[in-house]
């Protein structure tokens, strides 16, 4: 009853599935769609905090997808940030043992020491998109812990400006039903469109889940 007062839509098909598709192809794809339907410059989606199910072969319609990270994604917030400050938060991950998010907007990667660069413009404001759950539990969390004992978060900050996100009306779904809908167009499979995604922003670590020795070990 929930799925269906907020997503009236939720039998609507999508397309359709060849095969499984993870939480972390899946997050790259979420993370292109909340950038893309928002109009916003970058987005962020970190995949293992918000995606509780995969994507199932078949028939995907708008209910499959909302089961997935409609429920802990459902609210978005934008705020402006640097391109120093957008590598900061992707350098804290780790640092906090934490999973990387999945990001939309620009190329970037992480070194074999961790380090993580980009082509962002470091003086640049950007706006910026995330779930309001990965601004709570982890962007927060980082800006609180970085200022409290910075030494123990090399390569982060200082974050010396009041970072504050505002809401915004579009729901997660909503920006995932937009991008499911530019997918339609296409005539390239669904998880070769997202290949192409992660290939253009740096992210093909992820499309091989955990198995990655970068990711194993890491915790949510």
Known sequence: LQELALTPDAQQTALWLSRPMGRFELGVFAAHALRTATGADVAFHK???????????????????????????????????TGREIEWYLQALPIGDWLPSNWSGFEGR?????????????DRLYTV??????????FAR?????????????????????????PISMTWLEAMASALHEVQTRSAPFPDLVR????????????DELRDPYLQGRRE
Do not use: C, K
């Open 142 to 166: 980082i800006l609180r812990r970085s200022a409290q004992s910075p030494g123990d978060w090399p390569g982060v900050g200082p974050f010396d400006r009041d970072i504050r996100p505002q």
């Open 196 to 207: 192409q995604i992660a290939e253009s922003t740096g992210q093909t670590f992820f499309l």
């Open 110 to 122: 992480y070194d074999a020491n961790g380090t993580f660069s980009s082509d962002l413009d470091a």
């Open 47 to 81: 995949s293992n905090h918000i995606v509780r199910d995969i994507l199932h072969p078949g028939l995907l319609d708008l209910n499959a997808v909302y089961r997935t990270g409609g429920e802990r994604g459902e609210r978005l917030v934008q705020l402006d940030l």
């Open 129 to 138: 998109t995330m779930p309001e759950r990965e601004w709570d539990d982890r």
